[in-house]
C-alpha cells in the first residue's frame, strides 16, 4: 500500500511560552541548544515572539505572545509553558492536509503559502490530541534560513556554549485521558497512516499504586514514533493522570533526544543544572544479570543515574529528566540506542517508583 501522508522528518517542534525570551536561555545554557533564527517586532512580527535553537538535527521554536486575549496568550494561560506544534516537513503539504482531513482530521490552518525574498513555503495543518497540532511544511521552494519572517541571530547566542551531543529526536509521547487511548492510535492509524510498532498494558506498567497503558504508533518509515499514553485505575493518582490535572487537557508529556554518547551528555546537562529523575542503587545491584553484557561501566552509570533496557535487537541507555515546567507536565528524555528499537519497558518500574517519590514531594499521589 502506498503511504498516503509520506512524512520527510520532524520539521521543528514549537513550544508556547509566558517568556520565549528567557526560555531561551534556559534551553541555549541548560541543554546546549544554539540560537540560530529569529522572529519578531523587528522583523515585522507585531503578534508573537518566537526563537528557532538548533542542536544537531532537532530544531525548537519557542513562542510568546505580545498582547493577552491571543490564541497564544489562552494557550499558555491555561496550559502553562508546553507543546503547541509537532511538524513535520512533507513534499506537498497541499495534499497532506487534503488526504488527512479527508480521512476524519480536523483542519486547524488550510493550506496557504508564505513567501519571503528567498522563495515561498506552503503550511498547513491539523489538530490532535488536545490543544496539539500537527503542521505540514512544504520547504522545497525555500532558500532561507528557516521558514520566511525569520531572520539569522546567531550573532545574539551567548559566547562559549558548546553543544552536550544531542543529535536528534527519537519519539514524542502524548498523554490523554483515561479510555481515549484507542481513539488516538485510530487517529494516527486512519488518519496519518502510522503503524502500531508496541503495545503495553497496565500488567507492563504498574507499580505498587499507579499503572497505564501506552501504545506506539509509527509512521511508514519507522522514524517518526509517538506513543500514546492513558491512565489506568490503581491505588493512587497515576502521573498521567497528575500531567493532565496541571496541563488541563491531554498534550505532549515528554520528547526523547537522541546522543552518541549518553554518559557525556547527561554529565554535561547536569552541570548545567538539568535535573533528572534517580533510582535507587539496588537498580544497579543486578542490573548485568538482567541486561547482559554492555559496553559501559556500571558504576559509571551509576554514578549518573543512567538506565538499560535490553530487548532482542539489542540494549538502549535513557534517562528522564524532571519536569521543565513549574507545572509538573513536559519532561525530557535523554536516550543513546545501541541496537534496541524498543522503549525500555524493563525500566519502566524503577521509573515510576521514581516519579511516584516525585508526586509524593510534589502531594499530588
Ligand atoms: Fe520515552
Not at 497512516?193 to 506506539?216: C, H, P, R, W
Not at 544479570?289 to 552509570?301: A, C, M, T
Amino acid at each position: 500500500m502506498t503511504d498516503f501522508l509520506p512524512l520527510k522528518r520532524i520539521d521543528y517542534i514549537e513550544f508556547y511560552c509566558g517568556n520565549a525570551k528567557q526560555s531561551a536561555m534556559y534551553y541555549q545554557h541548560g541543554f546546549g541548544f544554539k540560537l540560530t533564527g529569529y522572529s519578531g517586532l523587528e522583523t515585522k512580527n507585531s503578534a508573537s515572539a518566537s526563537y528557532l535553537l538548533e542542536q544537531g538535527k532537532i530544531r525548537f521554536v519557542l513562542t510568546s505572545s505580545y498582547s493577552d486575549n491571543t490564541f497564544i496568550s489562552e494557550h499558555v494561560k491555561k496550559h502553562g509553558d508546553g507543546v503547541f506544534d509537532i511538524a513535520f516537513e512533507v513534499d506537498d503539504a497541499a495534499k497532506s492536509f487534503e488526504e488527512t482531513v479527508k480521512r476524519g482530521a480536523v483542519p486547524f490552518l488550510e493550506p496557504v503559502k508564505i513567501e519571503d525574498e528567498n522563495g515561498y513555503v506552503v503550511k498547513s495543518a491539523i489538530r490532535t490530541f488536545g490543544d496539539t497540532i500537527h503542521t505540514f511544511i512544504e520547504r522545497k521552494n525555500y532558500k532561507g534560513l528557516f521558514l520566511p519572517g525569520f531572520i539569522d541571530a546567531s550573532n545574539r547566542a551567548p559566547a562559549g556554549i558548546k553543544d552536550t551531543g544531542l543529535r536528534s529526536v527519537d519519539h514524542m509521547v502524548g498523554n490523554v485521558e483515561l479510555g481515549k487511548m484507542m481513539h488516538w492510535v485510530k487517529f494516527y492509524a486512519d488518519t496519518m497512516g502510522f503503524n502500531q510498532l508496541l503495545s503495553f498494558d497496565d500488567k507492563d506498567i504498574s507499580t505498587e499504586y499507579t499503572a497505564l497503558m501506552s501504545k506506539v504508533m509509527q509512521n511508514s518509515t519507522g522514524k517518526i514514533k509517538m506513543p500514546i499514553n492513558e491512565p489506568a485505575p490503581g491505588k493512587k493518582k497515576s502521573q498521567i493522570e497528575e500531567y493532565l490535572d496541571f496541563y488541563k487537557s491531554p498534550g505532549i508529556q515528554h520528547i526523547a533526544l537522541t546522543t552518541p554518547d549518553i554518559l557525556t551528555t547527561v554529565a554535561e546537562l547536569k552541570n548545567r543544572g538539568i535535573e533528572f529523575l534517580t533510582v535507587p542503587k539496588t537498580y544497579y545491584e543486578d542490573l548485568i544479570s538482567r541486561v547482559g553484557k554492555i559496553d559501559e561501566d556500571v558504576k559509571e552509570l551509576e554514578g549518573t543515574g543512567i538506565l538499560v533496557d535490553r530487548d532482542d535487537d539489542g540494549y538502549l541507555l535513557q534517562i528522564f529528566s524532571k519536569p521543565v515546567e513549574d507545572r509538573p507536565t513536559l519532561f525530557f528524555e535523554i536516550i543513546q540506542r545501541k541496537g534496541a528499537r524498543s522503549f525500555g519497558k524493563g525500566n519502566f518500574k524503577a521509573l515510576f517508583e521514581s516519579i511516584e517519590r516525585e508526586q509524593e514531594l510534589r502531594g499530588t499521589l
